[in-house]
């Protein structure tokens, strides 16, 4: 190819999604196999949003409203923030390209931990900016390092609370400790990607420190709690002037028509919540303990996945229970060779994992 690209995307990597669900039933010819790896919500989309979708149906041929005005009046309502506060992305990894467009590029630093969401590398490496990766603490963040890492070039600090794909977290105290630290003319952006899902005790909302910290920039998404993964919809939530900054790098029309009703659904069927919430919480409890039933140590159970150690390398394990038609997750790109994460499934779907694995163990 005579059209050559800018040297930095040369080196990127593309992100690897978990094995679809389909791709295996072609491969294997079978009709019953299970996905316990992206993360999703078992019970999938409420009643009430499967029904505003299809009302929504009929009106396709237009254009969405692009600014999204009823959706992010719902979500000012929710989470007690002005509208203006709010901006709306086709996922949060449109927002985490928004984000390294706006502030990053040749001669930035953007910091990042180790084992950390690898969107944070893609974006950052994208735009020509050198990825800092801090080497992890337990598998999780180290923040006393990140925070003595910050330089004269940093200007953006990607953080996530709990971290996907080790399921660690920090507390409320930590969190303060380290914002505390941080110049004000670094963006730290806290990925809470799961924090409907994280019990209140000692886990901190971000949202609750906007009003102090200025350079504080929360993400947050409707594919894991709500059930929406299919139709890419997360939002961040930060300073006005920071979101209008952002603003003028979103496309038009980021958030399709189907993707802003059913949000505004999702948001409103508060039982369709509770009961993801009490499958979840269940559900952990159960993988937990068939897990360590087998002898495998577990990082600390967080959102609504389990990253186990395995015996010996990971990739033969993953490969047997792929035979045998489940889905989990390896985490070789992670530079995780010998352990695989698994997401909360359904009752039915916990318990043919644990079965499955204790068969191919």
């Not at 971000?206 to 919809?233: H, I, Q």
């Not at 010998?338 to 499934?345: F, I, K, M, P």
């Amino acid at each position: 190819m005579s059209v050559q690209p800018m040297p930095w995307v040369q080196g990127l990597q593309p992100y690897q999604p978990g094995k679809p669900l389909a791709a295996l039933e072609r491969e294997l010819g079978i009709r019953d196999a299970i996905k316990l790896a992206s993360n999703e919500n078992p019970l999938g989309t409420s009643v009430l949003v499967q029904e505003a979708i299809s009302a929504a149906c009929r009106v396709l041929g237009r254009y969405p409203e692009g600014a999204a005005p009823e959706l992010r009046a719902a979500l000012s309502r929710k989470l007690t923030v002005t509208e203006n506060q709010i901006l709306l992305g086709n996922g949060s990894d449109e927002i985490i390209t928004m984000l390294c467009r706006c502030f990053a590029g040749p001669g930035v630093e953007v910091i990042v931990s180790q084992y950390a969401f690898s969107a944070y590398a893609i974006a950052a490496r994208s735009v020509g900016a050198e990825l800092i990766q801090v080497p992890a603490t337990e598998y999780g963040h180290d923040l006393d390092a990140m925070a003595a890492r910050i330089g004269s070039a940093t200007r953006l600090i990607f953080l996530a609370n709990p971290n996907n794909p080790t399921g660690t977290h920090f507390s409320a105290a930590a969190l303060d400790a380290f914002l505390a630290q941080v110049p004000e003319q670094v963006l730290v952006v806290l990925d809470e990607a799961y924090a409907e899902l994280m019990p209140a005790e000692n886990y901190p909302n971000g949202l609750e420190r906007l009003s102090r910290y200025p350079n504080l920039l929360v993400t947050r998404t409707f594919s894991k709690a709500y059930g929406l993964a299919g139709l890419r919809l997360g939002y961040a939530i930060a300073n006005p002037e920071l979101i209008a900054l952002l603003e003028r790098l979103r496309l038009p029309f980021n958030v399709n028509s189907l993707a802003q009703v059913a949000a505004i659904a999702a948001l409103a069927d508060h039982e369709h919540l509770q009961a993801t919430l009490t499958n979840n919480r269940i559900g952990l409890a159960l993988l937990e303990q068939g897990l360590k039933k087998f002898g495998l140590t577990t990082l600390p159970a967080a959102g609504n996945f389990i990253t186990f150690f395995t015996p010996g390398l990971a990739q033969p394990l993953y490969e047997a229970l792929l035979q045998r038609g489940v889905i989990v997750r390896p985490l070789l790109p992670y530079g995780l060779p010998s352990q695989l994460r698994v997401s909360v499934g359904n009752p039915q779907e916990n318990q043919r994992f644990l079965q499955t694995l204790g068969e191919v163990l």
